[in-house]
């Protein structure tokens, strides 16, 4: 079945060939992002005060600042400077009690500083914009002790700063899903193994969520209701031979099938609405683009709707674009595979005749994964580019398309975080896939995976 699977979509989606087994031999190690800073970024001097005779050890303190280093470092809004004389003369004044050394820290290059307090177990944090000369408290944190855990608490701590000084919501205490593969019998290479995985936006406590022992790609968080957060994600699973569309709750080992289409499932995505899901089915013989209307408490609503099916072509990848009333996806329609979008605002049979997408990608002629910007306003994508997949992002606002990552070793599968400037990608080889974050206000992608088993089709928590 896998190798029927990868006839049908060899030309689209290379990375689904290398889950099934690519053959491609360019190494991964190095990626630089090359895309133009955009905004300045601005910066920020960390004062960490620990009491050293509390009940936590050094370690434990050294992973805090460690953890508040990597989120100021990398949320694409903020700069750690490094420490210099003048610098640390100005941090053992008492300045963050009034504005007075407001001037002095801006003269030091320094838009804010943020001081971090540790007595006994509870952090305290406030921080001064040295331009408008206001200082801001933040609400006292009890720690626990247990890294794991408090981790995701500083990475709260991180956003609530994040949106105090820039107005936007953090990503750093987000999630991100994604399915890793292993060899289920060493002696044996076509014997795999792939399940869900969860781990922090940085890459730390990662945790299984799905325990089959089975061949699970794909996952997705299905968004939450206003106000709630995720508890439910969305994957293909070939647990009946074929892949299908299922779901799991995070809580619980709880499953629901969700495609009961004959023949291939794949590729599905949900949209922010939370009322219809987009897939690819070959169901009619070709792989074509299909709608289920669908509800998260109720399950499916009628039947899935095929809503382009050209004559000749594969369809592949689909992502809805923030109002659930467009979708961008591949199709070799045309010749090669490339990106478009089409408007599903009326899916009537007399519209779907007349309906054309519109093509978006044209420097390539490889274009793959596409994944549409929370905000609306960019679409991410993969492109083989000289001979070597690269990120890419198209811009619906100005109509141009944009090469973000250079180098060599493939990225594909890119998703983007929910504010519409981070982008989680995997790395792809024939048996090593790690996963990666940028932001387009810097210019270095960030490892945050390692270790046994191929890490691949991350997606964020929105």
Same mark, same amino acid.
């Given at each position: 079945m896998l190798k029927y699977l990868s006839l049908m979509i060899v030309l689209l989606t290379i990375s689904l060939q290398v889950v099934l087994g690519a053959t491609d031999k360019e190494s991964s190690s190095d990626i630089v992002v090359c895309l133009d800073t955009k905004s300045t970024l601005k910066p920020i001097y960390l004062i960490s005060e620990i009491n050293i005779n509390h009940t936590l050890d050094r370690q434990y303190q050294k992973n805090i600042d460690e953890i508040l280093t990597f989120d100021f470092q990398n949320n694409g809004f903020t700069q750690i400077t490094n420490r210099n004389i003048d610098k640390e003369k100005l941090s053992q004044q008492e300045s963050l009690q009034n504005t007075s050394l407001a001037n002095d820290w801006k003269k030091n290059g320094i838009r804010y500083v943020l001081k971090i307090n540790l007595e006994q177990q509870n952090l305290t944090a406030k921080i001064l914009d040295c331009h408008k000369k206001i200082?801001?408290?933040? !609400?006292?944190?009890?720690?626990?002790?247990?890294?794991? @855990?408090?981790?995701?608490?500083?990475?709260? /701590?991180?956003?609530?700063?994040?949106q105090s000084i820039s107005g936007d919501f953090g990503i750093a205490s987000k999630k991100i899903v994604y399915s890793k593969r292993i060899r289920k019998n060493p002696q044996h290479s076509n014997k795999w193994v792939s399940e869900v995985w969860e781990c922090d936006y940085d890459g730390h406590n990662n945790r299984q969520v799905t325990n089959l022992n089975g061949y699970i790609i794909s996952p997705s968080y299905i968004p939450a209701a206003r106000g709630y957060q995720s508890n439910e994600i969305m994957y293909i699973s070939y647990e009946t031979g074929q892949p299908k569309i299922f779901s799991s709750s995070l809580r619980n080992s709880h499953t629901n099938r969700i495609s009961y289409l004959r023949g291939n499932q794949l590729m599905p995505t949900i949209s922010l609405q939370r009322d219809k899901i987009a897939f690819i089915s070959d169901v009619t013989g070709n792989p074509d683009l299909f709608l289920q209307s669908f509800n998260p408490e109720i399950g499916t609503i009628g039947k899935?709707?095929?809503?382009?099916?050209?004559?000749?072509?594969?369809?592949?990848?689909?992502?809805?674009?923030?109002?659930?009333?467009?979708?961008?996806?591949?199709?070799?329609?045309?010749?090669?595979?490339?990106?478009?979008?089409?408007d599903i605002s009326n899916t009537s049979p007399e519209r779907l005749k007349?309906?054309?997408?519109? /093509?978006?990608?044209?420097?390539?002629?490889?274009?793959?994964?596409?994944?549409?910007?929370?905000?609306?306003?960019?679409?991410?994508?993969?492109? /083989?580019?000289?001979?070597?997949?690269?990120?890419?992002?198209? !811009?619906? @606002?100005?109509?141009? @398309? @944009?090469?973000?990552?250079?180098?060599?070793?493939?990225?594909?599968?890119?998703?983007w975080a929910a504010d519409s400037l981070h982008l989680i990608f995997n790395s792809a080889t024939p048996f090593s896939s790690e996963l990666y974050i940028i932001n387009l206000n810097q210019k270095q992608a960030l490892q945050i995976s390692a270790g046994e088993g191929e890490k691949r089709f991350p997606a964020w928590e929105l």
């Open positions: 200082i801001t408290v933040f !609400d006292p944190m009890a720690l626990t002790g247990n890294i794991s @855990e408090d981790r995701r608490r500083l990475h709260k /701590l991180h956003d609530n700063i994040h899935p709707k095929q809503i382009f099916a050209p004559i000749r072509g594969t369809q592949a990848s689909p992502t809805f674009g923030p109002n659930g009333n467009r979708i961008a996806f591949v199709s070799n329609k045309d010749g090669s595979p490339k990106i478009y979008i089409l007349k309906i054309k997408p519109i /093509l978006i990608s044209r420097q390539n002629h490889q274009n793959t994964d596409p994944s549409w910007s929370s905000d609306g306003k960019k679409i991410a994508y993969s492109s /083989l580019t000289n001979g070597t997949r690269q990120i890419w992002i198209y !811009d619906l @606002e100005t109509s141009k @398309e @944009e090469q973000i990552t250079k180098g060599p070793g493939h990225k594909e599968n890119p998703a």
